[in-house]
């Protein structure tokens, strides 16, 4: 079955450098989550987005912004990255279904370096 | 604040050794339970759902049973190739999820 699909896999930027990550969700899923990990650290909630527009917020930095397009797919646009955004940034995908909370399914992560 | 507590943090097993790992939640107006694993430098890869006190899944070897204040997986006879990390999250009143630390298991040969 496709699953969510995130790219790159890895990326090694520079500080105050600027990264785009993008993010394809499993096909007729309607909304899309992304998340930042830290090493040992719990998945940390940035924003979501349902059918394109803003659903929730999260610990997302105001130097971070994000979307998602016409064909559902999401991009998060990271400015003057600092050390501190090393992490592992997840994308998951849901659909929506009346009565009944979908779960939430999780790409393998860009793996975002700062060096 | 909703909050997921699981124990053990880590645990190890020999092949074949059944046991049970647990997540205790407190959550206002539970939606759903997850039960994930996460393999290192993987995203989580789901399991289970469940909504409601009394419900059981099952997959292979592994079974979830929810409580209203705990939820359990439990493993049996289990075999290398399910050394992973287990993630209980649960879902409340928002969309957001709240993540537990996770369970780390190591299945011996």
């Known amino acids: 079955a496709a699953g969510v699909i995130q790219s790159p896999r890895h990326l090694i930027k520079e500080k105050r450098e600027t990264a785009t990550l993008k993010c394809y969700p499993i096909p007729r899923h309607d909304t899309v989550y992304w998340y930042q990990q830290g090493p040992g650290q719990d998945p940390q909630f940035l924003i979501s987005f349902y059918e394109k527009m803003q659903s929730d917020k999260g610990s997302i930095p105001d130097r971070f912004s994000a979307q998602q397009f016409s064909d559902y797919h999401s991009e998060l646009n990271m400015s003057s990255l600092e050390l501190g955004d090393s992490a592992l940034y997840f994308c998951?995908?849901?659909?929506?279904?009346?009565?009944?909370?979908?779960?939430?399914?999780f790409g393998d992560g860009t793996r975002l370096s700062i060096l | 604040e909703d909050q997921v507590t699981q124990s053990p943090e880590a645990l190890r097993l020999q092949e074949g050794e059944s046991s049970s790992l647990n997540c205790s939640y407190t959550v206002s107006g539970l939606r759903g339970l997850f039960w994930y694993r996460q393999d290192p430098g993987k995203g989580p890869e789901f399991l289970f759902t469940?909504?409601?006190a009394g419900e059981e899944k099952e997959k292979e070897r592994l079974k979830a049973t929810l409580t209203k204040k705990e939820s359990f997986l439990h493993i049996t006879a289990p075999k290398p190739e399910d050394s992973a990390t287990y993630l209980c999250?649960?879902?409340?009143?928002?969309?957001?999820?709240?993540f537990g630390k996770g369970t780390k298991l190591t299945v011996n040969p």
């Open positions: 999250v649960t879902q409340g009143g928002s969309e957001k999820l709240v």
């Open positions: 998951a995908s849901s659909s929506r279904v009346r009565g009944e909370n979908q779960p939430q399914h």
């Open positions: 469940l909504y409601s």
